[in-house]
C-alpha cells in the first residue's frame, strides 16, 4: 500500500484558494469589493509573520457568520462548480496517476475546511486534512478555529491522528509522497519516503537542491 500527501495552495493549485473564495464572495455581492485589498494585504502580513494564522482566519470566516447556514451551503456548492474550470492540468494528471495506482491520497492544507474540500472533490481525493472552522451552538460561524490549525509541525499530528483513526501508521505504507510548494511544511517533508518540493519558495527550493529531493514545476494550465 502507498500513500500520496498533497498540499493545496501554490501546489495542486497555483494561487490562494482563500483568495479565489473571497472573489467568488464579492461576485455574489456577500463581501464588498474593498474586502479583496483586505484580504491580499493581510495575506502579505501572513507570510512575513507579521500576522497569525487565528487572525487571518478571523477576517476571512468571521463575516460568513451573519449568512444563514441554507445561503452558506448553496454558495459553497456553487463556489465547487466555478473553480472545477480552474483546475491546472499537471495537478489533474499527477492525482490521477496515484489514483490509478491505487494510493490512498489525501490533501493536506492549512486552509479552511469548507473551502478546502471543494477543491479536494474538484480533483477527485476523498480525504481531507484542513483547518476547521469553529461554529456556535446555533451553528454559525464564528471566525475562530476549532483546535489547532492544519499548519506547520501540526499537519504532521494531524495526519498521524487521521492514520490512527484507519489503525494504520506510516509503517504501514511502502512509500508515502507528499506534494508542497512551501519550507513551512518541512517537518511532514522529512516525515515521509518520498518528499517532492512543487514551484517551490526560496528556503524550500534550496533544501530541496541540496537533499536531491525531486522539484516538479507543473503546469498551471487549467485543463
Request: proline content about 3%.
Given at each position: 500500500m502507498q500513500l500520496a500527501l498533497f498540499d493545496l495552495d501554490h501546489t495542486l493549485i497555483p494561487f490562494d484558494s482563500g483568495m479565489a473564495?473571497?472573489?467568488?464572495?464579492?461576485?455574489?455581492?456577500?463581501?464588498?469589493?474593498?474586502?479583496?485589498?483586505?484580504?491580499?494585504?493581510?495575506?502579505?502580513?501572513?507570510?512575513?509573520?507579521?500576522?497569525?494564522?487565528h487572525a487571518l482566519h478571523?477576517?476571512?470566516?468571521?463575516?460568513?457568520?451573519?449568512?444563514?447556514?441554507?445561503?452558506?451551503?448553496?454558495?459553497?456548492?456553487?463556489?465547487g462548480t466555478a473553480l472545477r474550470p480552474t483546475l491546472p492540468a499537471g495537478a489533474q494528471a499527477l492525482v490521477e496517476r496515484h489514483r490509478a495506482a491505487g494510493n490512498l491520497c489525501c490533501v493536506v492544507t492549512a486552509t479552511t475546511r469548507f473551502i478546502a474540500e471543494r477543491y479536494a472533490c474538484g480533483f477527485g481525493i476523498e480525504h481531507l486534512l484542513a483547518t476547521e472552522a469553529a461554529v456556535d451552538?446555533?451553528?454559525?460561524?464564528t471566525g475562530e478555529i476549532d483546535g489547532l490549525p492544519c499548519y506547520r509541525e501540526h499537519k504532521l499530528a494531524k495526519l498521524h491522528e487521521w492514520l490512527r483513526s484507519r489503525d494504520q501508521g506510516f509503517g504501514d505504507f511502502d512509500r508515502c509522497w507528499f506534494y508542497s510548494d512551501s519550507?513551512?511544511?518541512?517537518?511532514l517533508l522529512r516525515a515521509v519516503s518520498d518528499p517532492v518540493a512543487v514551484r517551490p519558495?526560496?528556503?524550500?527550493?534550496?533544501?530541496?537542491?541540496t537533499e536531491g529531493w525531486p522539484i516538479e514545476m507543473l503546469s498551471e494550465t487549467a485543463g
Open positions: 473564495w473571497t472573489r467568488f464572495l464579492i461576485t455574489r455581492g456577500v463581501l464588498g469589493a474593498e474586502f479583496e485589498s483586505i484580504y491580499l494585504e493581510e495575506c502579505k502580513l501572513y507570510v512575513t509573520g507579521a500576522l497569525d494564522i478571523r477576517t476571512m470566516v468571521a463575516p460568513l457568520g451573519r449568512l444563514p447556514r441554507e445561503e452558506l451551503r448553496s454558495l459553497l456548492k456553487d463556489f451552538t446555533g451553528g454559525a460561524l519550507f513551512n511544511d518541512l517537518r519558495d526560496a528556503r524550500l527550493r534550496a533544501l530541496a537542491e
